[in-house]
């Protein structure tokens, strides 16, 4: 399901690859700073089709697969034992702690999961899918699980 046609939206010549790359046009967009304030803004509407919203109005942004990439796996331990994984998400600073019962394997296998509390989608870049991989068992009955804190968490396909 897409936007109804009263709110089709004008396109923002903004594309984002597959690889969580931006583009203007040709241009890729990398200054750090523009790439902050474009997350800030960004949305996601049923049907899942991502726009650009500010105080101006809202356009559709061009997205190959989901603008967030999973970039680095990290485990955390507390000094209680408690085990979480941090996930380093590509352009972006701040690290997010793993809800691991929203982790979903796609098609062509590539493993997605829920950030920013559920709101949007995120993908693994091979190499954190590589590290998430150490948290990853199979069990007898052939079902994936991530195990974190002793708990098994199943890692359905989409």
Excluded at 21 to 46: A, Q, S
């Amino acid at each position: 399901m897409s936007l109804p046609v009263n709110e089709r939206l004008s396109p923002c010549g903004i594309y984002v690859d597959a690889d969580g790359e931006w583009y203007h046009g040709e241009n890729r967009i990398f200054r750090p700073e523009i790439l902050e304030l474009l997350y800030d803004k960004l949305e996601v509407v049923p049907g899942g089709e991502y726009v650009l919203a500010d105080t101006k109005g809202k356009c559709l942004l061009e997205v190959e697969d989901t603008p967030y990439i999973v970039s680095r796996v990290d485990l955390e331990t507390s000094r209680a034992a408690e085990e979480r994984i941090l996930l380093g998400l590509k352009h972006l600073p701040k690290q997010e702690i793993l809800d691991p019962g929203t982790l979903r394997v796609g098609e062509n296998n590539v493993l997605y999961c829920r950030i920013l509390d559920g709101r949007f989608k995120a993908r693994f870049s091979r190499p954190a899918y590589y590290q998430i991989a150490e948290f990853i068992e199979e069990t007898p009955a052939g079902e994936f699980i991530v195990k974190i804190n002793g708990i098994g968490y199943p890692i359905p396909m989409e």
